[in-house]
T-cell receptor, first 118, second 120 residues
Framework: DTGVSQDPRHKITKRGQNVTFRCDPISEHNRLYWYRQTLGQGPEFLTYFQNEAQLEKSRLLSDRFSAERPKGSFSTLEIQRTEQGDSAMYLC????????????????FGPGTRLTVT | AQKITQTQPGMFVQEKEAVTLDCTYDTSDPSYGLFWYKQPSSGEMIFLIYQGSYDQQNATEGRYSLNFQKARKSANLVISASQLGDSAMYFCAMREGRFDGGTSYGKLTFGQGTILTVHP
């Protein structure tokens, strides 16, 4: 399977605990995105990476959230001191962008990590 | 203001018939892209079709076509010959093209989605 993978698929945690999610993009893709989706809503952008550089962060990404992509391959999203409002599906996507052009290919999404904070 | 508006919370269609899912967008950027994704109950987002703002012709991908009306800022998805497996949530999304060092931003802004139910 050469698609985007995410781990774990489901996570239940108690309020105040830290959680970390992992995303493995399609191998040749240089862009990696994180989105959050709550029930009945469309995904909302959190942050994205071009190779290992984090180029943009949404204001939705509070100080409790941190994302890394250390070698430009897989990425991790950590949430510290989780709150019930963090309960959502966390989606990772990857794409290939061509530098110097406006061409940005479609984003391919992983299956998501569903977080439940009790 | 909403950048992507999908006004149909739910749509119903008979199997083998065509259905149109509405999407309007708002941007002042001359360079943008419009996407449609399908999200079945399993949760994975599946890319369906893409339309660039400078594309002269409407995009088509198999049974999917995008009715792009630039002046009206609409990008409706048309599914022909509906199948039971088309029952899912459908999202319209927009990428606005801004440049930083020659590389466009790629983040997508999504609408709230339309639930499509295909009846046998």
């Amino acid at each position: 399977d050469t698609g985007v993978s995410q781990d774990p698929r489901h996570k239940i945690t108690k309020r105040g605990q830290n959680v970390t999610f992992r995303c493995d993009p399609i191998s040749e893709h240089n862009r990696l995105y994180w989105y959050r989706q709550t029930l009945g809503q469309g995904p909302e952008f959190l942050t994205y990476f071009q190779n290992e550089a984090q180029l943009e962060k949404s204001r939705l990404l509070s100080d409790r959230f941190s994302a890394e992509r250390p070698k430009g391959s897989f990425s991790t999203l950590e949430i510290q001191r989780t709150e019930q409002g963090d309960s959502a599906m966390y989606l990772c996507a990857s794409s290939q962008a061509i530098k110097g052009t406006s061409v940005t290919y479609e984003q391919y999404f992983g299956p998501g990590t569903r977080l439940t904070v009790t | 203001a909403q950048k992507i508006t999908q006004t149909q919370p739910g749509m119903f269609v008979q199997e083998k018939e065509a259905v149109t899912l509405d999407c309007t967008y708002d941007t002042s950027d001359p360079s943008y892209g419009l996407f449609w994704y399908k999200q079945p109950s399993s949760g994975e987002m599946i890319f369906l079709i893409y339309q660039g703002s400078y594309d002269q012709q409407n995009a088509t991908e198999g049974r999917y076509s995008l009715n792009f009306q630039k002046a009206r800022k609409s990008a409706n998805l048309v599914i022909s010959a509906s199948q039971l497996g088309d029952s899912a949530m459908y999202f319209c999304a927009m990428r606005e093209g801004r440049f930083d060092g020659g590389t466009s931003y790629g983040k997508l802004t999504f609408g709230q989605g339309t639930i499509l139910t295909v009846h046998p």
